[in-house]
């Protein structure tokens, strides 16, 4: 908001889509910063990790699991995740089956919804989903939020600007510094 503010001259434009697809943007010069979960290197472009948080995960209230203060992985390996066919939905089914025991297949269920959808069905009992937890801070009837992770703790999620090196824009240039300047506040 403050980049924002600084710059009304600047048109700021916004697009949701799944990793692949803003990456193809983001390569293709459709747009200048793809802000993207998970700490994976792009070949030829640039990243600027923002914040991590708390992996969690959307249990039906009354799920056997609900009361409890932190789900392993392995409790879950007999759910049925439900992911989005858009947006995160792929990547969410590849981090689940890599978070899984060895050995371990997870069940997934893939719906055209948005994740307020995901969550009512959840709510409705067909099954549990994952997420970041700044995404569970809104409440869905019959849906309660755990952190998620292994016997060390919670599974941290990381979010990251990508952005390619070789594009000369000033404005992203300008927002970048941002950026930068707040990572450089809040590590001292």
């Known amino acids: 908001m403050r980049f924002v503010e600084q710059n009304q001259g600047v048109e700021i434009w916004l697009r949701e889509g ?5 990456l193809l943007t983001l390569r293709r010069g459709e747009v200048d910063l793809a802000l993207l979960l998970g700490p994976m290197d792009e070949a030829a472009l640039d990243r600027l990790t923002l914040w991590q948080e708390a992996g969690m995960v959307a249990l039906p209230e009354r799920h056997p699991l609900a009361d409890a203060d932190f789900i392993r992985w392995r409790d879950l390996v007999d759910e049925t995740f439900i992911v989005t066919s858009r947006g995160s939905g792929p990547e969410a089914r590849i981090t689940v089956q890599g978070l899984l025991p060895p050995g371990t297949t997870a069940r997934f269920a893939a719906h055209d919804v948005s994740r307020e959808g995901m969550f009512n069905l959840v709510g409705a009992g ?22 998620v992770g292994d016997q060390t ?5 990381e979010a990251a600007a990508y952005w390619d090196p070789k594009r000369d824009n000033p404005a992203l240039r300008r927002f970048l510094a941002q950026l930068r300047a707040t990572q450089g506040s809040r590590a001292g």
């Open 126 to 147: 067909f099954g549990v989903a994952v997420l970041a937890e700044s995404a569970s801070g809104a409440s869905y009837p019959g849906v309660v939020f755990r952190p």
């Open 18 to 22: 799944s990793r692949d697809e803003l």
């Open 153 to 157: 703790g919670p599974t941290m999620v």
